[in-house]
């Protein structure tokens, strides 16, 4: 049967299978796999980022090093470009460790040009791209700064010439950004001030997006909507869905901040064309607001932070820094916040924003308020928070240095869950005598248990091949540790007779995000998915195991709790759907000493009946305890609706048409022990088994058993 048709045909079973999944997580996380908890440095209930040595990026010396940015390469390496003394780009490697991979090497080579607004994103083939502003009067551009960009692979070793990015060549065209498609394409966004095209006035946002060989696709785009006065300093970021948004500074005074400065954004969809209108960012509307960026986060949402001089929100500094989130339709999602809630004095300024691997994020800025730990001038600080936005931990000082200032920070998630910040140091020490040179530090969250569990419902399907449409079952996944589980995929490990694809669900069971791909789970979330097994190959039936692989946890195989028992037969037959319940909604059936309980199934045919244009299937059912040996007399019967019995209650088999309609069915459970049944869910089980003519396995469905 088709996905949909399943959809369709169990609708009535969809909500109480989700409940029970949740309940029965809940209750194994709580009572029958308390997780092992290793100690960590904490500060405010959450495991804290530890930090290495504070080290030097650029090899060369002389002369002013600044405008760090960093880009996290796909095998977990991260790479930090600058701008040297405003003639060069010089770039270097790093390993997930932060040591050096081979040398520093120059990006642009020729000393008779002024080189900065530097930026540079990760593409998905291990590669990096770097972009810049020059005025070098390269290709088509004579009149003053223009933008350029060049492709590197993996090793560092560039892809094509350096190519210029920008159509319209009058005057300035400066301040660059750069986000990547999953394709690995990209975007670059830069602010021009030539005032022609569509923007007469001041400075407009531009865009131009590129294919993965670096090849410009369609036209140069104006970003801005609002033309008045000056829109710049763009950023922008590539969401899960390829749409991408970019923020800027807008001074027009006009669209719901008419003071001073504000913050605008605008999203497109992958092919450049604009998603709704040009909206304002800040909701706080007094004083200035500037200096924005963004960062793409987790299924598809996005979080902009910025400096604000409003002196609300319970920060009466000079400046501080606020933040937003927002969904990928560009709706908010809460209300704005203030960042650096512990650091209030002074001014805070220059935020960069990054979504880390565990699903929350991160924003670092630089603190001039010369306090907590840094006293001198200016110090780099950085707060992690929740994917809800709740801040995760303390603020951070990322300088061990502190003399002299610290300053204009960037900060990059890696795929492995450590945090990479570099920025610009004034100190003079350390192995750089010259005004300024490029610092950096990598930041790991300590070693601490991730707990995965997972469960299935229903437990057991049928199909066939060669034909046969996808099985789809429902699955959940729950992380009861104290730490995120990172790059999570589910897959089936050893030999099967199915292929599997999976794709998460919402609160309604319907799908979102894409197909397949890799997740993360915070500390105690649980995420929802649709599980689609496609027969290959017939068997007798079996248990398959949708394995939830992690980089740092896996889940463990539970019999009847994360296992399917798929039955995939040469021709279409039955598919016998069932679920057991129990008085207390848990999953858990609980024998009192010496008394007995009981729990309830039904189950319904989805497929063809053993007769053509019946749905109507014979069946026995069984119930046992999967061959625990477990002390207990278990007796069975098929009930009506109102849980009379109307076969014989009995150990034996029960014999049963099931059709279209529900079938019910009863097992009570006696204690025949004399030191109790202890509650282990993996191995004490009660199991209900529904099986063909031929004895093949059609369904079944399980609770776990204690007696006290």
Request: one cysteine or more; a negative charge; hydrophobic letters at 45%.
């Amino acid at each position: 049967m088709s996905a949909q048709y399943f959809s369709q045909k169990v609708s009535f079973f969809t909500k109480m299978i989700m409940q029970l999944m949740k309940r029965r997580a809940r209750r194994l996380l709580g009572q029958a796999c308390r997780p092992m908890l290793v100690a960590v440095f904490a500060l405010g209930g959450a495991p804290a980022f530890s930090a290495t040595t504070e080290f030097l990026v650029n090899t060369t010396t002389a002369n002013n090093q600044f405008q760090p940015q960093i880009a996290a390469l796909a095998n977990g390496d991260f790479v930090i470009a600058w701008a040297d003394n405003s003639t060069f780009i010089r770039a270097q490697r790093f390993d997930a460790t932060g040591s050096a991979s081979g040398s520093e090497f120059l990006v642009s080579d020729s000393a008779t040009a002024n080189r900065f607004d530097l930026s540079a994103a990760a593409l998905p083939n291990g590669g990096f791209v770097l972009v810049w502003a020059d005025d070098s009067g390269q290709f088509s551009d004579l009149d003053q700064m223009a933008v350029f960009m060049r492709r590197y692979d993996a090793a560092g070793v560039a892809q094509g010439a350096i190519t210029q990015v920008n159509t319209i060549t009058i005057s300035n065209q400066l301040r660059t950004d750069v986000a990547v498609f999953s394709n690995g394409g990209f975007v670059i966004v830069w602010e021009d001030v030539s005032q022609t095209g569509g923007d007469t006035d001041v400075s407009a946002v531009r865009a131009q997006r590129f294919d993965a060989n670096g090849v410009a696709q369609g036209s140069e785009l104006l970003v801005n909507t609002t033309t008045a006065g000056s829109q710049g300093r763009p950023r922008v970021a590539v969401l899960s869905n390829d749409s991408f948004v970019v923020v800027w500074n807008d001074s027009s005074q006009t669209g719901g901040d008419t003071d001073n400065s504000a913050v605008r954004a605008q999203r497109f969809d992958a092919s450049g064309t604009t998603q709704g209108g040009e909206f304002l960012v800040n909701t706080t509307v007094v004083g200035r607001q500037d200096q924005s960026n963004i960062a793409a986060l987790s299924g598809g949402d996005f979080i902009v932070s910025w400096k604000d001089n409003s002196l609300t929100l319970g920060d009466l500094a000079s400046a501080d820094v606020f933040a937003q989130r927002f969904n990928s339709s560009g709706t908010a999602e809460g209300a704005e916040f203030l960042v650096n809630s512990t650091t209030v004095a002074g001014v805070q300024a220059f935020p960069a924003a990054t979504a880390l691997a565990g699903g929350g994020f991160a924003i670092g800025w630089a603190d001039f308020g010369q306090t907590g730990g840094d006293t001198d001038k200016s110090a780099i600080r950085f707060q992690r928070f929740s994917s809800a936005g709740v801040t995760s931990g303390s603020e951070v000082l990322a300088n061990t240095i502190t003399a002299g200032f610290q300053n204009v920070p960037a900060i990059v998630g890696l795929p492995g869950g450590d945090l990479v910040m570099a920025w610009v140091d004034g100190s003079n020490t350390a192995g750089d005598l010259a005004s300024k040179d490029i610092r950096a530090n990598l930041f790991s969250v300590p070693t601490a248990a991730t707990t995965l569990f997972s469960s299935v419902l229903p437990s057991a399907r049928s199909g066939f091949f060669p034909g046969g449409s996808a099985i789809t079952v429902f699955a959940s996944a729950v992380n009861a540790g104290t730490e995120a589980a990172l790059n999570c995929e589910i897959s089936i490990p050893g030999s099967s007779p199915v292929s599997l694809s999976y794709q998460e669900t919402d609160a309604t069971n319907a799908t979102k995000g894409v197909a397949n791909a890799p997740f993360a789970l915070a500390t105690g979330q649980t995420r929802s998915f649709v599980l689609a097994f496609t027969p290959t190959a017939t068997n007798a039936g079996a248990d398959v195991f949708p394995d939830i692989a992690c980089a740092n946890a896996n889940v463990a195989t539970i019999s009847g709790v994360n296992t399917v028992f798929l039955s995939i037969g040469g021709a279409e037959g039955a598919d016998i759907l069932s679920i057991g319940a129990t008085p207390t909604a848990d999953g858990i059936m609980n024998v009192p000493s010496g008394g007995t309980g009981f729990m309830t199934a039904s189950a319904t045919n989805i497929g063809v009946g053993d007769v053509v244009g019946s749905s109507d299937v014979a069946i026995s059912v069984s119930a046992d305890d999967g061959g625990a040996g477990l002390s207990l007399l278990i007796q069975l019967c098929e009930t009506d609706a109102s849980s009379n019995c109307i076969t014989t209650l009995g150990t034996g088999v029960v014999d049963s048409n099931i059709g279209a309609g529900s079938s019910f069915f009863a097992i009570f459970v006696s204690d025949q022990s004399s030191g109790g049944v202890a509650l282990a869910p993996a191995t004490s089980r009660i199991f209900l088994r529904f099986k063909d003519a031929s004895g093949t396995v059609m369904s079944v469905t399980s609770v776990a058993v204690t007696v006290p």
